[in-house]
């Protein structure tokens, strides 16, 4: 099990406490340290069943400074949220070929 892991965030460390109350100690990945290749965003994108746009933490300022009500591809997204990691909604859990979004937490437990 992954977690792209942001420990400031209170949704981030609950899912990752919810993780380890069922035994597991996932692999934790600070994706602000270490932002995920457009590459790596296509592989979580598939396993979410997401589009980019849909991963795009809308309330961030940089979100409404730049990109707010502007139309863009999904290619476009994924350069932007791989150049701006901070944009990536939190946290993603990734098990096998599947992963969760943990709003609310409590999803990663769909993974289990």
């Known amino acids: 099990m992954k977690i792209y892991h942001n420990p400031r965030c209170s949704?981030?460390?609950?899912?990752?406490?919810l993780i380890r109350e069922r035994g597991v100690?996932?692999?934790v990945v600070r994706y602000l340290d270490t932002p995920p290749t457009k590459?790596?965003?296509r592989e979580l994108l598939q396993k979410l069943g997401l589009k980019p746009e849909d991963?795009?933490?809308?309330?961030?300022?940089?979100?409404?400074e730049?990109?707010?009500?502007?139309?863009?591809?999904?290619?476009e997204w994924l350069e932007v949220l791989s150049q701006n990691p901070k944009?990536?909604?939190?946290?993603i859990v990734v098990e096998g070929n599947?992963?969760?979004?943990g709003?609310?937490?409590?999803?990663?437990?769909?993974l289990f």
């Open 103 to 110: 709003r609310p937490p409590e999803r990663v437990l769909e």
């Open 11 to 17: 949704k981030s460390r609950q899912t990752l406490q």
């Open 87 to 91: 944009l990536i909604e939190r946290p």
């Open 55 to 64: 991963i795009v933490r809308k309330k961030e300022a940089l979100y409404r």
């Open 39 to 41: 590459e790596e965003l």
């Open 25 to 27: 100690e996932p692999e």
């Open 66 to 75: 730049r990109y707010k009500g502007k139309t863009l591809g999904d290619e």
């Open 98 to 101: 599947k992963a969760v979004l």
